[in-house]
């Protein structure tokens, strides 16, 4: 599949946004953090920002984005659809619990619930997101057990340790979210192993016999229909060479979760501000190797109509 | 509305014969001709003259080498939307644009709804839609339904271009949901198959797999020759077939 | 509700409308009667030849859609790849605007535009010039003409034996070939019985000039379950979908269908009766070696053929229906010892040269497969007959209560025409029809009116005396049967141009257009003054040897004077070919024209019927051009030519039209053969007819006439076709024709070479005229195997037509060229594992001749031997209005750049046209390579590259985006 910045990056920013905004709305209410004016107009700056940021890439893929409006219609059928409400949806109890945290400096009551139902729309929108490529059955890398999971996992890992990085920032460490923020990273990347070993020893029932209804034997591509690439073989043909896949996995493995556990191993044991400096950097680190992740995400998973294309 | 209809009163589709199919590409450029003027039109090309040309196309052919212990054969392979039961390209759009007909099972998109996601090209395991870049909307076959019903052209030409033009007749258009109709009963004889059909998507469209070689080879049943028994051979035997 | 009887070709009940077509109530807003027309005009496609009748539906002016004529009796409704997109072709940016002239060097493609008069008045002044002095200096070639009865009769009128179209170098073989020996031909001149074989052999094609009658019959086979097997080394289009494919070695099929004899005959399985009844098999040929009659044959007082009575054990008419005559033996009358052409044939393919174990490795064909094919067609021939129940009666009056078949057919074309032996090829398989009994019979292959004609047909060709402001007594194409009507000198020196009709090519019935601009430059063998070609690419696809060809177009002789003097070339399309002309007139588009498809040149017919067929303008031109045709009808008026004006010198046809109707080529037969006589009610022959034109397009721009039942089959013999055929002029007597299994006048050839006669060949002339006029079809090795080292160049290199582009100006066009912009080499992989080669490899392609480069695509279904590309992909820059980014310039090849166009030097230094001997057919199949992988650097991009042409004044740059029918949708969104 063609690894489209626009629909990378919002995966990944809406991720750690969503992973973000979803521990503020419960560590908030739960006294883990104070209800002071920075902490929260940044840390819910930076979740709905790289929220808003994620979705305004998204329309970037879509052809007629004007009529993006549209997309919050068909909830009963279509993940998509699902995503585009739940994410709006979950701006509600966002905005409620960003203005009663940042404006009214309070964490209680009515904004405390704000943040829990925030926290769980987050959830439930970074759910949506998994399912839109779960549920595609062309393309068995994206259809599988892993997917959703992996989403979730993500998020909650990118976010960890953006909050990390932002209560590091104010000075308000807390060795368990780093701990943790640790632990997430390391589940992450067991994640991912286990997804990649799983996509390596797919065997994908669907070939090219099954696609052309010729049983037995080989059926290999002759000619296609057109000489030059068209739109399936710019959107569903993209390639990527073994070694080339091989490189970038270790990069991944460096950038989102290699490098970002030892820089919050380090801050454990460093102090402040250098702590604060080197979670920071763990979460631009761990974030550029999300982009990777998810590029490789996409270039990966192929789609069966490339069966036919004899790629 | 991009949930399925529970149940369609037809289901029309098309049957491919790909024992019968040259690779001509008759059926490819009367859709492109038929459809660039019709319901879904135009079929934009992009850079037509150019190096990196792309175009807009409902129904295009690929050509296989299928090797199995009887021998190579080499197919032609015409491919467009198969308008599935269950078609996943209708259930993921988010806008309806994307809509599975009650009335006859076309696969249909409603252009003023889409807003070109290509969520549903992602989800069409054949590869039946097309983006058009030019006017940002996914375009695919419409089983010409501005032919099969249209008043204004000659009853007789009421079928889907393809099926018209096709010169070997390897295309064949029908109701598949009715049992009973001369296509049903072309599948049923010749075997037609689904394609992927561990998708689960339940194709309307079904495919006639070439015949067997041998199997045919075996239709001439031939004895080997043996030379004449005739006094003098070959030219005895004719002196006394002439004189006989 | 009721239905009419269902029309056209795909016309099974699952192929029909839905029972009731009324739009169900969807309530989705869908428009599904949108107004598709204005109005439908019914013309004939000319994407090739195969001459479709199209239903063109055309809104606000503009083209909408082109369909299928379901009453049409060639496509029956259907219509190819090429034909749907013939709208792209009408609106190609690459049309041309307005007359040119040149105004740089030669190819460069500077030109400057110019008025018609401006382009008139020259053209005419030039040619007034050579018609005054000597008319021969014009040399007048067209190519996929589709007028040829006008263009040949032009040049009639204007005194010149140098005409001719595009046939020899597409398939005077197969022409030639058939009509030598059957009065008919395969090409689109006769068909199988689609309706009624059962076994259909298909000869080296895979696609065909009547492409969707083979289509449409195919379709039949495969309802029927009728057996096809191909015999081609390339397994593609017809050949993909064939029930047996044999992948022969390119060049031996002949070889292939002698063993298929000598196996037929050995089991005494061939049709005696049918011999006797319908071909020359028991006529006496004398054998007297060294006589100057060795080789004919015998003939009695009254000139008669004779034969010998078995009965009555004396010599007879061979044409008397009593006669009991002998096939076998050796005789002595009148003293001559003589024997029948049978007991030759029996002599010859009867030898164990001829036996499957003997040919199966030079055909790469196991000795057990053409054993089995054997026995299949003595199966399907001899055990399947069938009987139609229609009585007969044929030529001699006996009565026949049904129409006997045996249902094996045969069809070839190209893979046998394009080879050196390609004439005795094609002889070769007419002769195992024949055998077989299967020849214009139910189940067999049919003739197509105006065939049969007598074998070979007349007239003889013209131009034996050129003489300034005289017509040629003739038209300049037709058949020789025998020496004394070649156009030589009588030092044997080619009288035409082309050296058609000469000893090195006696039965050119096409000419030989590859050989023109060679020997024009050469003045070889004299010097012309004017090219005129008209749609054919000869600068490029339509020349073998391009890049010389190229340099000769650009020559100059030691005065700085381009060697071909003057060039003049009419075109609809900025084509390879235009910028080396110095005059180019513009041709519309097909859409934009009258044009008659007549039987006096190509027709419609089919085997039930005869047929022909007009173009009228759909639209008009929205540039300054002008149909050739109508251009050549007012050049022959300027230059006064006998016929194209009155007593009193004025035009006699306003235009094409004009002469379509009223022309008459001999009383009472013209161009059009439907709606004759004043009131419209005479076919064939009748009084012009005014009202004609509308006539056909009242019709749907086609006649056709069906035959009675009794007059379908045995055409050769059939009394009732042939009054019909005398009556509609297609031959001059009602007498059967003979099939001549043996050629007497090839052996009139021999025997001149041999030292009798008046009219000899030169002495370096008679081996060749000796070995290759055999009476008896032979086979040789290709010339071009036979001369290079097969361990350097081990390849077979062929080049086909891809179905969607065959015989067309395909490659500008928008929705075509998205299909193949780019040909690849197809290669065999277990071949390419032998040369280290891997897929999508960049390779060069070696022949003695040079070297092109191209991308290669590993396949099995091809002879191991073999590579192939598809053909006329590869397009040189700045040409047919595509950008120089376009894959057909830069990745596209030419194979042709490494196909010769002479022969290797034979040992006195002599190097012929690379044709076949006898009909002067271009041998592009004759190529032999070796492919190798090409250095890193030289991956990616083709070879040779050719300088860019400068594009005409006003061309604008091609589109960006093509948005095609979305005015359509706007006008009716609009009307909503």
Known sequence: MHPAFSVVFFTTATGAGYGLLALLGVLGPLGFIAPDFWPGFVGMGLALGLIAAGLLSSTGHLGRPERAWRAFSQWRSSWLSRE????????????????????????????????????????????????????????????????????????????????????????????????????????????????????????????????????????????????????LLKEMGFRIARKHAAKLRLITQALAFGVPILLLVAALALPWPIAALVSALAAIVQFAGMLVERWLFFAEAKHTVMLYYGR | MTCLPSHTDKRLGLVIDLDTCVGCQACVTACKEWNTGGHMGPLTDIDPYGGHVDGVWFNRVHSYEHVTEMGGRTVNFPRSCLHCETPACVTVCPTGASYKRASDGIVLIDEDKCIGCKLCSWACPYGAREFDTDVGVMKKCTLCVDRIYNDNLAEGDRVPA??????????????????????????????????????????????????????????????????????????GWVDRMLSS | MTRGQPRGANSAASQRPLADTRAPDEGDGVDTSPVVSDRIAKTTCYMCACRCGIEVHVKDGKVRYINGNKDHPVNRGVICGKGSSGIMQHYSPARLKKPLLRSGARGSGEFREIEWEEAFSIAAERLSNIRRTDPKKLAFFTGRDQSQSLTGWWASQFGTPN???????????????????????????????????????????????????????????????????????????????????IGIRPGTDGLFVFALIHELLKAGR????????????????????????????????????????????????????????????????????????????????????????????????????????????????????????????????????TIKGRPVAMHAMRGISAHSNGFHSCRAIHLLQVLLGTVDVPGGFRF???????????????????????????????????????????????????????????????????????????????????????????????????????????????????????????????????????????????????????????PISHADGPGDAIRHPVVEPDRDVRPFQSVLIELGARLGLPGFVEEDGSAKYRDYA???????????????????????????????????????????????????????????????????????????????????????????????????????????????????????????????????????????????????????????????????????????????????????????????????????????????????????????????????????????????????????????????????????????????????????????????????????????????????????????????
């Open chain 3, 163 to 245: 005409f001719a179209a595009h046939g020899g170098f597409c398939s005077v073989n197969m022409a030639a070939g058939g009509l030598y020996s059957i009065g008919g031909s395969f090409w689109e001149f006769g068909e199988p019985d689609w309706d009624n074989t059962k076994y259909f052999m298909l000869f080296g094609v895979a696609e065909d000039h009547d492409s969707n009658p083979i289509k449409i019959g195919l379709g039949k086979l495969k309802a029927r379950g009728a057996k096809v097997v191909s015999i081609n080394p390339c397994r593609t289009g017809y050949n993909a979908i064939a029930d047996d494919w």
């Open chain 3, 448 to 602: 197509k009116p105006p065939y049969p004609k007598s074998a070979p047909p007349g007239p003889k060709p013209a131009g034996k005396s050129v003489k300034p402001m005289t017509p040629l007594d003739g038209m300049p194409l037709g058949f020789v049967c025998g020496p004394d009507d070649l156009l030589v000198d009588e030092a044997g020196t080619p009288l035409r141009i082309d050296k058609a009709y000469s000893w090195e090519s006696p039965l050119a019935a096409h000419g030989l257009m590859h050989t023109v601009i060679r020997n024009a430059w050469a003045g070889d063998p004299y010097p012309i003054d004017t090219l005129m070609m008209y749609m054919s690419n000869m600068a490029w696809n339509s020349s073998m040897n391009t890049v010389e060809t190229i340099a000769m177009l650009t020559d100059h002789d030691e005065a700085g004077n381009y060697r071909i003097p003057f060039i003049i070339y009419s075109d609809a399309y900025y084509s390879e070919t235009v910028p080396f002309a110095d005059l180019v007139l513009p041709d519309t588009t097909y859409l934009e024209r009258h044009d008659c498809i007549s039987l006096l040149d190509r």
């Open chain 3, 658 to 976: 004009d002469y379509i109707v009223n022309h008459e080529r001999t009383p009472g037969i013209g161009p059009l053969a439907g709606w004759r006589g004043g009131d419209g009610t005479a076919i064939g022959k009748g009084a012009a007819n005014p009202n004609q034109l509308q006539r056909y397009i009242d019709n749907g721009g086609f006649w056709h006439h069906d035959f009675a039942d009794d007059q379908r089959y045995y055409k050769m013999a059939n009394r009732s076709y042939l009054d019909f055929a005398v009556q509609l002029g297609f031959i001059p007597k009602a007498e059967p024709i003979v099939f001549q299994l043996y050629s007497e006048p090839m052996q009139r050839f021999r025997l001149a070479a041999r030292g009798h006669g008046k009219v000899r060949p030169p002495e370096a002339e008679r081996g060749r005229i000796e070995t290759y006029m055999d009476p008896l079809p032979i086979w040789y090795m290709p010339f071009e195997e036979a001369a290079v080292d097969p361990q350097k160049y081990p390849l077979h290199a062929l080049t086909q037509r891809p179905m969607h582009m065959y015989h067309s100006w395909g490659s500008q066009n928008a929705w075509l060229r998205q299909i193949t912009s780019q040909n690849r080499l197809f290669v065999h992989h277990r071949t390419a594992v032998g040369l280290g080669l891997a897929d999508d490899d960049w390779v060069w392609v070696e022949s003695i001749n040079g070297r092109v480069k191209g991308q290669i695509k590993l396949v099995d279904g091809v002879n191991e031997s073999t590579v192939w590309t598809w053909n006329a992909i590869g397009k040189r820059r700045g040409s047919w209005g595509l950008k120089d980014d376009a894959a057909e310039s830069n990745r596209g090849f030419l194979l042709n750049h490494i196909i010769g166009d002479q022969t290797s030097a034979d040992a006195s230094g002599k190097r012929y046209s690379n044709s076949d001997p006898v009909t002067g057919q271009a041998a592009w199949f004759d190529l032999r390579v070796r492919i190798v992988k090409c250095a890193p650097q030289e991956a990616g991009f083709t070879e040779p590259q050719f300088e860019r042409f400068q594009q005409p004044p006003h061309f604008r740059p091609s589109p960006d985006m093509l948005r095609f029918g979305v005015e359509f949708r706007h006008e009716r969104e609009s009307a909503e």
């Open chain 2, 162 to 235: 393809c099926v018209a033009a096709c010169p070997t007749s390897a295309r064949h258009f029908g109701d598949l949901g009715d049992p009973q109709s001369p296509i049903s009963h072309l599948v049923a004889e010749r075997g037609g198959v689904d394609l992927m059909p561990e998708l689960g998507y339940r194709p309307t469209n079904k495919y006639l797999p070439p015949r067997a070689h041998t199997q045919r080879a075996a239709s001439v049943p031939a004895k080997a020759l043996e030379p004449v028994r005739a006094e003098g051979g070959f030219l």
């Open chain 3, 270 to 401: 061939v049709d005696l009766d049918y011999l006797i009844r319908y071909t020359n098999a028991h006529v006496l040929v004398v054998q007297e070696p060294g006589a100057a009659d060795d080789g004919l044959f015998l003939r009695g007082g009254d000139n008669a053929l004779l034969a010998w009575d078995r009965v009555a054990k004396a010599s007879v008419n061979a044409a008397d229906p009593d006669a009991k005559p002998a096939l076998t033996g050796s005789f002595t009358i009148n003293g001559r010892r003589c024997a029948p052409v049978f007991q030759l044939i029996a002599d010859r393919y009867l030898d164990g040269s001829y036996a499957p174990d003997a040919v199966a490795q030079r055909c790469g064909i196991a000795a057990d497969t053409i054993r089995r094919i054997a026995a299949e067609l003595a199966h399907v021939a001899f055990e399947q007959t069938i009987k139609l129940p229609v009585a007969w009666t044929d030529w001699a009056g006996r009565r026949h209560e």
């Open chain 1, 84 to 231: 585009g409400v739940a994410s709006v949806a979950t701006f509600i109890p966002a905005g409620l619990f960003g203005l009663g945290w940042v404006i009214l400096g309070r964490l209680d009551g009515w904004v405390a619930a704000a943040g829990l139902l925030a926290a769980i729309c987050a959830v439930i929108t970074v759910c949506m997101t998994g399912m839109i490529y779960a549920s595609l059955k062309p393309v068995a890398q994206w259809h599988s057990p892993y997917t959703l999971p992996g989403y979730l996992v993500f998020s909650a890992m990118s976010g960890c340790v953006l909050m990390n990085a932002l209560l590091q920032g104010f000075a308000l460490a807390s060795k368990t979210l780093l701990a943790a923020s640790v632990l997430l990273t390391l589940l992450g990347w067991g994640w991912k192993l286990a997804t990649w070993r799983h996509n390596d020893r797919l065997e994908i029932p669907t070939n090219a016999n099954t696609a052309t209804g010729l049983a037995g034997g080989t059926v290999r591509s002759l000619e296609w229909p057109h000489t030059e690439e068209n739109y």
